[in-house]
């Protein structure tokens, strides 16, 4: 069986940097919406996909999966 751990991962791109979250709400403990120029709610709406990053001309965010270590 196949024990690989995989856990969401959210990156933002703002202002040249990159940060990376576990969650949509998350990024709001850090940036405010005015930031990022689009509200929680908003982004939610949007349904953000590892094929389907959002963009505007403030950030970029994108969700993707990191894949750790199997427990043992």
């Known amino acids: 069986m196949d024990n ?7 990156h933002v791109e703002y202002d040249g940097q990159h940060y990376y979250f576990g969650s949509l709400s998350a990024i709001y403990t850090k940036f405010n919406p005015k930031e990022l120029g689009i509200a929680l709610g908003t982004l939610r709406n949007y ?26």
């Open 4 to 10: 690989k751990q995989e856990r969401t991962v959210v």
């Open 47 to 72: 349904g953000l996909k590892e094929e389907k990053p959002y963009q505007n001309s403030k950030c970029s965010i994108r969700k993707g999966v990191l894949i750790t270590m199997p427990k043992k």
